[in-house]
């Protein structure tokens, strides 16, 4: 059933090549299944998985009840038996849940045994805020899960790369969380059929630009290229640069970008204390020092839980104003 | 099925007695190791509970997968890990069969599915439903995992969690509760609202009972016909086995909460001695081949600890090894990141 060879690109949802990228791996490898909360006759909490237990069966497409402790073990139990599960789950704030077996045991494993078990899981949840959600539902928290050696962290924040980031961490004998922020899923954009597989390694230049470096991620990407339409307005050329992977961190096609503009805005939708924007801007400090024209500057999520009123929730949250600003600040410093 | 499914009852009560003397033998020199600083990190002792191991681990076939706790030399022992590479594990050296990594309560062994020494109590028990499940899935109806762990697992979100799952899917798992009474200095009484836990595994629609876990004959038995039902697709089965540490937790432990009226007690039911008694008394078997056992014990684990002495340490060039496995680089990451027109991907 997979769509590749086929030619034409087309465009579709993000929740589509998503959708799309887990039916061709059940196709394709009677070793993968996917289970979590609601996969089955629900579909998915936001529709990916719709229709696939139908195709594929109850045992590929496997419901768990709420035990998220529970069922992300047993996927790193299945890893290390011989399948290739897919996990979901609901979203991040539910995965704190789950921390014990993430952290304490996929990370560890191949560690601990000397090399001998590795666990080829894939975790996929949603983040980030925007849809009222409020404080138990909106958070991003794929920082904390970037910290931990012995996970792969991934944010697709493009369509193309919702369908071609899986099968890559599929074929990774790692363990990989896939976080999927819940506000691209409705977002329409290219897919190649031909790309195949693509490379978790490297961050991807969204768009070019010459007077600073915007460093986004997952639903960052999307403000921080309406940023620099906006920035272009007012003859400020912002290079847009998608961290695609945020563990491990693709730091040289970060610095080779700052080389060029000189200056960097480090968004995160997350905290900004302890945020991974600033373990970025103090590397990009360390490797560009002498090529930097101002000090490399963060924008990042309220130090609040995500409230649920809309305008509270907009506060919250960098918005694409925000970007403007903090982007002409560091180009033009007022005063 | 198990290698020794033929044996006689004579010849399995010795090996049972042989295995038990195994792990006494073994674990008696730890603790000198652990005073000579030889050893250091945690050593938690399975004095005491040698039949549960013996009685299980003589029941498993070589392709049943096998989780078990920090307290596992016995498990690992007799399972068929060497006790050269489990000392040299011990030692923090190279040869250890985690690599150095692991130390005493992280022993893992890939040739025999011996899926840790894992330390976080209640952790794995999810883990061994993922194994049965892959069993399942991949028609290997003939393997079982065997997961062991503490009764104080039994407070732990993840037990229920797990033993739901199991019996949801009707996993090929053998849940085995080495119950020894204590969760380090935490009784089970003080710590559990219902102490019965088989009851409690029962309420999950798992069979389940409570054996004599002292008892190494009672241990294989109870173990063989578990096995044998979950080998016919029977799910998940439960056995609590009754036990006692006749060693602090571990030997950072003063043992303040136990008294010692209580632990000499349970040391007459040492299960060698008992064990021996009845062997002796049924003429089973004579003081000169028990005497054997105890020496062939102490030979290998002296010959362990002589490799373990003379092993080298992992070099520290190492150091990051055995974090993630490299992959092999994509066709289309050699040429770097293509640069997108953004109208294109966001209209």
Request: glycine share 8%; hydrophobic share 45%.
């Amino acid at each position: 059933m997979s769509a590749a060879g086929e030619g034409d690109i087309r465009s579709m949802t993000y929740r589509e090549a998503m959708h799309e990228a887990l039916h061709e791996a059940l196709a394709n490898d009677d070793r993968v299944f996917i289970m979590g909360e609601d996969v089955a006759d629900y579909g998915g909490t936001y529709a990916v998985t719709k229709g696939l237990y139908e195709e594929f069966g109850r045992d590929r497409v496997r419901n768990t009840p709420l035990s998220e402790s529970g069922f992300v073990g047993a996927g790193i139990g299945a890893a290390l038996g011989g399948l290739r599960p897919i996990v979901e789950i609901m979203t991040v704030n539910f995965s704190l849940l789950a921390l014990d077996q993430l952290v304490n045991t996929a990370a560890t494993f191949l560690h601990m045994s000397g090399g001998q078990f590795n666990v080829p899981l894939v975790v996929r949840m949603t983040t980030g805020a925007g849809r009222q959600l409020a404080a138990q539902h909106s958070h991003s928290l794929e920082g904390w899960f970037a910290h931990v050696p012995g996970l792969k962290v991934i944010a697709p924040a493009t369509a193309e790369d919702a369908r071609w980031m899986l099968p890559t961490a599929l074929a990774d004998p790692n363990p990989v969380i896939i976080f999927e922020h819940s506000g691209l899923y409705n977002d329409r954009g290219p897919v190649d059929p031909d790309t195949g597989p693509v490379d978790l390694d490297h961050a991807a230049v969204r768009r070019s630009g010459s007077d600073l470096t915007i460093v986004a991620s997952a639903g960052m990407v999307p403000k921080a290229l309406a940023a620099a339409e906006q920035l272009d307005k007012s003859a400020i050329s912002a290079e847009v640069v998608d961290l695609r992977s945020l563990r491990p961190l693709d730091i040289p096609t970060l610095a080779a970008s700052l080389e060029r503009t000189n200056r960097a805005l480090v968004l995160d939708e997350g905290w900004r204390t302890g945020g991974l924007n600033a373990e970025i801007a103090a590397t990009l400090t360390d490797v560009c020092f002498w090529s930097l024209d101002a000090p490399i500057a963060r924008l990042a999520g309220a130090e609040v839980p995500i409230p649920y009123a809309k305008h509270l929730e907009i506060a919250a949250i960098p918005q694409v104003d925000d970007i403007i600003a903090a982007a002409a600040n560091l180009v033009r410093p007022i005063g | 099925m198990s290698k020794h499914s033929n044996e006689t009852a004579q010849s399995l009560g010795h090996r049972l007695l042989a295995d038990m003397i195994r792990i006494r033998v073994f674990e008696e020199r730890c603790a000198e190791l652990y005073g000579e600083s030889k050893i250091r990190g945690f050593l938690h002792l399975y004095i005491g509970e040698e039949a549960i191991a013996s009685g299980v681990m003589s029941s498993l076939g070589p392709t049943d997968a096998v989780l078990a706790t920090y307290r596992e030399h016995g498990h690992a022992l007799l399972r068929g890990i060497s006790a050269e590479s489990i000392m040299c594990e011990m030692f923090g050296k190279s040869t250890g069969c985690s690599g150095g990594r692991g130390g005493s309560m992280h022993l893992f062994d890939e040739t025999t599915r011996f899926f840790g020494g894992n330390a976080i109590v209640g952790g794995h028990l999810p883990l061994a439903v993922g194994l049965g499940l892959a069993d399942q899935m991949l028609g290997r109806s003939d393997q079982v995992t065997v997961c062991f762990f503490g009764e104080g697992a039994v407070a732990e979100g993840e037990f229920h969690e797990a033993l739901n799952l199991a019996a949801l899917w009707n996993v090929p798992v053998l849940f085995c509760c080495e119950n020894n009474r204590y969760a380090m200095g935490t009784s089970l009484q003080s710590s559990e609202s219902q102490v019965d836990l088989a009851l409690k595994a029962a309420s999950y629609a798992i069979p389940a009972w409570s054996v004599d876990g002292m008892d190494v004959m009672e241990v294989h038995k109870a173990t063989t016909k578990a096995l044998t039902a979950i080998r016919a697709g029977g799910g998940p089965m439960f056995i609590e086995f009754q036990t006692y540490r006749f060693r602090a937790h571990s030997m950072f432990d003063p043992d303040l909460y136990r008294e010692a009226d209580e632990i000499e007690q349970w040391k007459q039911r040492d299960p060698i001695v008992t064990f021996r008694e009845r062997l002796l008394r049924d003429g089973d078997v004579t003081s000169d081949e028990i005497d054997q056992m105890w020496a062939a014990a102490r030979a290998e684990t002296e010959a362990a600890v002589e490799v373990a002495d003379a092993a080298p340490l992992e070099s520290v060039d190492t150091l990051l090894e055995f974090v993630t496995l490299d992959t092999a680089p994509r066709e289309n990451a050699a040429n770097g990141p293509p640069i997108i027109n953004d109208d294109e991907v966001w209209p």
